[in-house]
């Protein structure tokens, strides 16, 4: 079954430290990928998404991310943490299995900045 | 536009009672979507409409839980005979028709069930 895996359910950083958030993706065809960040009792706000075009993508608020499809992966980084980045963060992928639009979603991984 | 619009954002409702919630997509998004959310968890995908057709049901979707997106523009969730279970957070989002764009969030509806 097409899956995403996020590894690592909780990360710790220092503020000003680099940020690597781990995505792993099962899919026998090219999806689209996307990060979406949420803060404590909000919906999802988009980050930033993969839809075949360059390879490293640049998002809000300093995020990038690498698709790599030999590893089939798609990790979230930052180069300097900020104390307002603490949240959770999801990795979602669609177009595997239709072509709704819908997403099927990680466990997340929530981001802890220490000062 | 003021985005993805959900209400109520809370609800407390006590088991085996009804409960509906509403979402307003953003106006000219075609597509609208509902996810339920358990804590610590991504959201789950439960039903999917291309403006007033109900395209795609997960089998998440029990028979108690029934979506309408009358007209193409707004939605309810009903949930019948509400069970402890379900207790979560439930997402809207709505997209435009290219497979490309995002989903855009609303904030959600938190059910305690008690």
């Known amino acids: 079954a097409q899956s995403v895996t996020q590894l690592g359910s909780h990360v710790s950083v220092s503020e000003g430290a680099l940020v690597l958030l781990r995505c792993n993706y099962s899919?026998?065809?090219?999806?689209?990928l996307f990060w979406y960040v949420q803060y404590p009792n909000q919906g999802l706000q988009l980050l930033l998404k993969y839809t075949s075009a360059a390879t490293l993508v640049k998002g809000i608020n300093g995020f990038e991310a690498e698709f790599k499809k030999s590893e089939t992966s798609f990790h979230l980084t930052k180069p300097s943490a900020h104390m307002s980045d603490a949240a959770e963060y999801f990795c979602?992928?669609?177009?595997?299995?239709?072509?709704?639009?819908?997403?099927?979603f990680g466990q997340g991984t929530t981001l802890q900045v220490k000062p | 536009d003021t985005g993805v619009s959900q209400n109520p954002r809370h609800k407390i409702t006590k088991r085996g009672q009804n409960v509906t919630f509403r979402c307003d997509p953003i106006s000219e998004h075609n597509r609208l979507y509902w996810y339920r959310q358990t804590l610590g968890q991504g959201p789950e995908f439960l039903t999917y409409?291309?403006?007033?057709?109900?395209?795609?049901k997960s089998r998440l979707l029990s028979d108690r839980f029934s979506a309408e997106r009358p007209k193409g523009s707004f939605s309810t969730l009903e949930i019948q005979r509400t069970e402890q279970g379900d207790s979560a957070m439930y997402l809207c989002?709505?997209?435009?028709?290219?497979?490309?764009?995002?989903?855009?969030f609303g904030q959600g509806t938190r059910l305690t069930v008690v």
């Open positions: 899919s026998s065809v090219p999806p689209y």
């Open positions: 989002a709505s997209s435009a028709l290219a497979l490309t764009t995002e989903a855009f």
């Open positions: 979602a992928v669609s177009g595997i299995t239709s072509n709704t639009g819908k997403l099927i």
């Open positions: 409409f291309q403006n007033e057709a109900q395209l795609e």
